[in-house]
């Protein structure tokens, strides 16, 4: 009986440090949403900022007048997520306290520059779709608008 308990240990452990080993060399996957991803049409947006698809996809829809563009929901200083502060009109960081305009320009605080604009553009549904794999910035130092006039950072509207 004692020898039965003392092979049954040494097998656990043999099959125990396999498994281990076996885990480290297998890749681990991560659940990440996919990228590019449909947000239904312009008509469905109202002026101002959007923040249905914040937790989601980790963007703001902001629409005026004349655009309509996404806003990748990433600091610019150290890359935490700034929370809409309606009642301010401006987008807060709670890292530092870097603030935005309501279209993501930076006013105060450490962030050095805008944050950043996801690629839209229009399907045959008529529908939005939105890449956040291709982004549109602003660099410190570089005239304004930065990328953001470019074709694909917005859409007119
Ligand atoms: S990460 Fe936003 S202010 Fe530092």
Redesign the pocket.
């Known amino acids: 009986m004692r020898r039965r308990i003392v092979w049954a240990s040494v097998v656990g452990f043999f099959a125990a440090t396999a498994m281990a080993t076996a885990r480290f060399f297998l890749p681990r996957s991560i659940f990440e949403p996919s990228s590019v991803f449909r947000i239904g049409f312009p008509s469905d947006y109202a002026l101002g900022v959007d923040t249905k698809f914040q937790q989601q996809q980790r963007i703001w829809v902001v629409k005026n007048t004349e655009r309509l563009f996404v806003i990748y929901a990433r600091?610019?200083?150290?890359?935490?997520t700034?929370d809409w502060k309606a009642s301010e009109n401006k987008f807060k960081?709670?890292?530092?306290?870097?603030g935005y305009d309501s279209e993501g320009v930076n006013f105060e605080?450490?962030?050095p520059r805008p944050m950043d604009r996801a690629a839209v553009e229009i399907d045959a549904e008529g529908q939005i779709v939105v890449n956040t794999g291709k982004l549109y910035k602003w660099e410190n130092g570089t005239p304004a608008p930065g990328e953001f006039d470019e074709e694909g950072a917005y859409l007119p509207v």
């Not at 600091?75 to 935490?80: K, N, P, Q, S």
């Not at 960081?93 to 870097?98: D, E, W």
């Open positions: 600091c610019t200083h150290l890359g935490c700034p960081c709670p890292c530092h306290g870097s605080g450490p962030a």
